[in-house]
């Protein structure tokens, strides 16, 4: 199976900070990735997929980047709405895997 | 518009089985593979399962293979998750998500339906 590993588990941000996660995966995927967001309660949505194209209707103020093992996920500008749970996910190989998520909270 | 809504969750002993329903609409069904991914109480997302459009081909994680059983009725519109010989570990909220034809992600994911294995 392959293994994601995001960083941090948390952060702490203000609003209009620019926050970047990190996920790393223990084979190559090409760009088999993609970054959810999830707020509490809620499911998951879908905001980035192939590493860097972004989902419709998702602020340009996510992007991501990244081949290979090394990915991004980043906010540009964190608005009020953003702080909820990041994962990535790997599409490349059965089973699908995600990272642990990482937090985005208030500083 | 795009909406998928699963049912059947709840309470059941260890040992015991539960079916779990996810109703599909806003889309024609039988074009699209379908998933369920779960996710234990303050945990991480786990994927579960996977079924294509006719239904014949279908994978498992190895936590759940040769308990459970994914299904799909494309009249319907509906998927379906059997559990059968469930234990605490399976404890967890249960989403379905339909895969978007270009790539294996995940869009939309259902509210998702809770399943406390508890005696």
């Known amino acids: 199976d392959i293994q994601m590993t995001q960083s941090p588990s948390s952060v702490s941000a203000s609003v209009g900070d620019r926050v970047t996660i990190t996920c790393r995966a223990s084979?190559?995927?090409?760009?088999?990735l993609a970054w959810y967001q999830q707020k509490p309660g809620k499911a998951p949505k879908l905001l980035i997929y192939?590493?860097?194209s972004l989902q419709s209707g998702v602020p340009s103020r996510f992007s991501g980047s990244g081949s290979g093992t090394d990915f991004t996920l980043t906010i540009s500008s964190l608005q009020p709405e953003d702080f909820a749970t990041y994962y990535c996910?790997?599409?490349?190989?059965?089973?699908?895997?995600f990272g642990q998520g990482t937090k985005v909270a208030i500083k | 518009q795009v909406q998928l809504v699963e049912s059947g969750g709840g309470l059941v002993k260890p040992g015991g089985s539960l079916r779990l329903s996810c109703a599909a609409s806003?889309?024609?069904?039988?074009?699209?593979?379908m998933n369920w991914i779960r996710q234990a109480p303050g945990k991480g997302l786990e994927w579960v399962s996977y079924i294509s459009t006719s239904g014949d081909s279908i994978y498992y994680a190895d936590s759940v293979k040769g308990r459970f059983t994914i299904s799909r009725d494309n009249a319907k519109n509906s998927l379906y998750l059997q559990m059968n010989s469930l234990t605490a570990a399976d404890t967890a909220v249960y989403f379905c998500?339909?895969?978007?034809?270009?790539?294996?992600?995940?869009?939309?994911w259902g509210q998702g339906t809770l399943v406390t294995v508890s005696s």
């Open positions: 996910q790997q599409a490349n190989s059965l089973p699908w895997t």
């Open positions: 998500a339909r895969i978007i034809p270009s790539g294996n992600w995940f869009d939309p």
């Open positions: 084979h190559g995927i090409s760009s088999w």
């Open positions: 192939a590493a860097s």
């Open positions: 806003g889309f024609t069904f039988s074009d699209y593979y």
